[in-house]
């Protein structure tokens, strides 16, 4: 059975670091794209980007670049989403996904994480 | 910046045939777009329901379909039934496996 089991939810400050967690089972996970979705409070799904965690291969949404860093550690099956200095507008639920051999294809999703980045 | 469009909202009533568009801003959706289709109910994650226009994951009900029509990718769903109301999002793929999201149609079953 696939799964992706997502890491628990973060209270931070602004200013503070952060790294959450995606863990596959059930599949080969380095040969499958993985990637992060954002969802803000009351708004809709945002796609943020994707690695291969064979090669680390990753492609950022413009909105995204340079504002986190994705990353996947395939010899314990993980990906990771990561921050070096919260907003408060990064409060948002985070969810995980697998997108398929091709990149293309999303199919399983992690059951989300919810940061809250409040003073 | 690209920008996927969908209807805010749609109403069907129980056993209807309702159809949510998918438009790109960049021009006409083809199938090298590879749309897909999601649904989320309130407090639940994403669930995957077509994807590359129109094949079905295993897991998904029979009565929804995914199809081109008039330069959009679109979601039919058939027979709709009370569980059926949710939103539903589209993702559309652009250079280099870059995806956008539509905005999501919230889908009124009444």
């Known amino acids: 059975e696939v799964q992706l089991v997502q890491s628990g939810a973060e209270v931070k400050k602004p200013g503070e670091s952060l790294m959450i967690s995606c863990k596959g089972s059930g599949y080969s996970f380095t040969t499958y794209w993985i990637g992060w979705v954002r969802q803000m409070p009351g708004k809709g799904l945002e796609w943020m980007g994707i690695?291969?965690?064979?090669?680390?291969?990753?492609r950022y949404s413009p909105s995204f670049q340079g504002q986190v860093t994705i990353s996947a550690d395939k010899s314990i099956s993980t990906a990771y989403l990561q921050w070096s200095s919260l907003k408060a507008s990064d409060t948002a639920i985070y969810y995980c996904a697998r997108h398929g051999h091709t990149a293309y294809e999303v199919d399983y999703w992690g059951q989300g994480t919810l940061v809250t980045v409040s003073s | 910046q690209t920008v996927v469009t969908q209807e805010p909202s749609l109403t069907v009533s129980p056993g209807g045939t309702v159809t949510l568009t998918c438009a790109s801003s960049?021009?006409?959706?083809?199938?090298?777009?590879?749309p897909n289709w999601f649904q989320q109910k309130p407090g639940q994650a994403p669930r995957a329901l077509i994807y590359?226009?129109?094949n079905k994951h295993s897991w998904t009900p029979a009565r929804f379909s995914g199809s081109l029509l008039g330069g959009k990718a679109v979601l039919t769903l058939s027979g709709v039934q009370p569980e059926d109301e949710a939103d539903y999002y589209c993702l559309l793929y652009y250079g280099g496996a870059q995806g956008v999201f539509g905005g999501g149609t919230k889908l009124t079953v009444l």
């Open positions: 690695i291969y965690p064979d090669d680390s291969d990753t």
């Open positions: 590359s226009t129109s």
């Open positions: 960049t021009g006409a959706v083809t199938s090298g777009y590879y």
